[in-house]
Each structure stands twice: as structure tokens, then as C-alpha cells.
């Protein structure tokens, strides 16, 4: 039996509470991401970050229809 039938042949309210599990998990993670990286040692530098920030920041620009 694959992963998928198995999920399909839960009642719908265990898919619903492993949703939220998996969402709780989730949350998680990213709540302990920062607290993870500073004891290891892994936390970027504000140099690092701000470079990070500085290359993902979003750029949009408007080209017209005619493509002037």
C-alpha cells in the first residue's frame, strides 16, 4: 500500500489532525531555527545578513505592452 492510499483511507478527522500536526511541527522549526543556529555558532553575522538582504530584495520593474 503506498504512502498516498494510506493517507486517502484516514477518516477526515485524523487528516485533519495530522494537518495540524504537520503545521505545529512546522511552526516549530521555524520558531527554533534562530535559537538552533546562535548555539552552534551558525548565525550569520549583521554584514552577512545585510548582504543576504541586500541581494533578495525585491525588484520590480514595469515594462510597457508595446515594449518601450
Given at each position: 500500500?503506498?504512502?498516498w492510499s494510506s493517507y486517502r483511507s484516514l477518516s477526515p478527522k485524523s487528516k485533519a489532525l495530522f494537518g495540524?500536526?504537520?503545521m505545529a511541527w512546522a511552526s516549530i522549526g521555524l520558531w527554533a531555527s534562530p535559537q538552533v543556529e546562535g548555539a552552534m555558532g551558525m548565525a550569520p553575522t549583521k554584514e552577512e545578513?545585510?548582504?543576504l538582504d541586500r541581494k533578495m530584495a525585491l525588484?520590480?520593474?514595469r515594462v510597457?505592452?508595446?515594449g518601450h
Open positions: 500500500m503506498s504512502l495540524v500536526g504537520m545578513q545585510e548582504d525588484r520590480i520593474s510597457d505592452k508595446d
